[in-house]
Nanobody, 124 residues
Framework: VQLQASGGGLVQAGGSLTLSCGAS????????LAWFRQAPGQEREFVAAVRWPLNRTYYADSVKGRFTVSRDKSKNTVSLQMNSLKPEDTAVYYC??????????????????WGQGTQVTVSS
């Protein structure tokens, strides 16, 4: 299933953006739906995940309290609401999924379906 992230853009520090992820022409499925990001020259890092159907959410310490991940089954999407953005949040953001939940949900190696990311740039 090809996943497509959208909603990125340029925003000033302190601003907000909402990213959305959908599956092209198919139902977004899997117990684990996650967001990762990758800044230039850096490794891909975990941002947030939602465990379905328990609807439990998990966040990287760097975004806890500022970002909110949620799944909307009716719209077949998973969203990432980002508030109080900082310049260090600048990266390409990717969504991904995994059929079975993994205790290593924060490890990008646990996921094998990645779509095109969306660029988020936060200016100071």
């Amino acid at each position: 299933v090809q996943l497509q992230a959208s909603g990125g853009g340029l925003v000033q520090a302190g601003g907000s953006l909402t990213l959305s992820c959908g599956a092209s022409g198919r139902t977004l499925s899997g117990d684990a739906l996650a967001w990762f990001r990758q800044a230039p020259g850096q490794e891909r890092e975990f941002v947030a995940a939602v465990r379905w159907p328990l609807n439990r959410t998990y966040y990287a310490d760097s975004v806890k309290g500022r970002f909110t991940v949620s799944r909307d089954k009716s719209k077949n999407t998973v969203s990432l609401q980002m508030n109080s953005l900082k310049p260090e949040d600048t990266a390409v953001y990717y969504c991904t999924s995994r059929q079975i939940w993994s205790v290593q949900y924060y490890n990008p190696g646990q996921y094998n379906q990645w779509g095109q990311g969306t660029q988020v740039t936060v200016s100071s």
